[in-house]
């Protein structure tokens, strides 16, 4: 779509965005800054992707199962919803992204629960949940920035709860909890992350600072 989508249903009649037969096919695409794309009260499922280039979205009280989303350039907002990741990729990939996630889960059973390339992340009362899969891990932040407020990550036993990598500016995280993961926060430096309240408890290694020796 070049554009705007638009699919609100309400709780007594939801909507559904599926594939035929659920055999992985089609995806939604959105391009282009024109309009903002609204999915309200919709489970989308059993597609490839859903891709926002360059679009905005705003999504609320909805079910993504399956699939997974990838953003450039988009400006995105999600409250209310639950993302499923199956084993064929992240849940979510932001980059060069404004987001916004809110009182949200999201499930991962093989790779990262959202991972942000160059963007600007905010989290808040939202919970990442691994499965234990090889190498999953919850919120992998690769430059720009994040703020994380009272969010859960926890369950990524073989990966990193919270991976943080040379941000522009330090990811703040105050209150929630991580744990129960291979690593519970791992930075590139110690300036890479300020922590508030936050507890980080009952993982392998609470919080690991990379050094050359590390990889």
């Known amino acids: 779509v070049q554009g705007a989508v638009h699919a609100n249903g309400t709780p007594e009649s939801p909507i559904k965005i599926s594939s035929p037969e659920d055999d992985y096919i089609g995806a939604i695409i959105i391009e282009g ?14 597609l490839q992707s859903i891709d926002i280039y360059e679009g905005n979205l705003e999504m609320s009280s909805s079910v993504v199962r399956g699939i997974e989303m990838n953003t450039y350039k988009a400006n995105i907002i999600i409250a209310s919803t639950t993302i499923e990741a199956d084993n064929r990729g ?10 916004s996630i809110v009182s949200s889960i999201i499930f991962v059973t ?4 959202i991972s942000s390339d160059s963007s600007i992340l905010k989290i808040e009362n939202t919970t990442l ?3 234990g899969g090889s190498g999953a891990s ?22 990193y709860g919270l991976y943080i990598d040379t941000p522009e500016e330090p990811v703040t ?8 993961n291979g690593t519970g926060v791992f930075v590139s430096s110690d300036d890479a992350v300020v922590l508030t309240d936050a507890s980080i408890h009952n993982n392998n290694e609470d919080f690991v600072v990379k050094d050359d020796t590390y990889f």
Request: hydrophobic share 30%.
């Open 173 to 180: 995280v105050t209150g929630g909890e991580i744990s129960e």
């Open 33 to 46: 800054k024109t309009g903002t794309s609204t999915i309200n009260n919709t489970t989308i499922e059993n």
């Open 110 to 113: 093989l790779d990262s629960g």
């Open 90 to 99: 992240s849940a979510i990939n932001f980059t060069d992204s404004n987001v």
């Open 138 to 159: 919850g919120l992998m932040i690769d430059q720009g920035t994040a703020t994380i407020a009272n969010t859960t990550i926890t369950g990524f036993s073989n990966g």
């Open 129 to 131: 949940q691994g499965s």
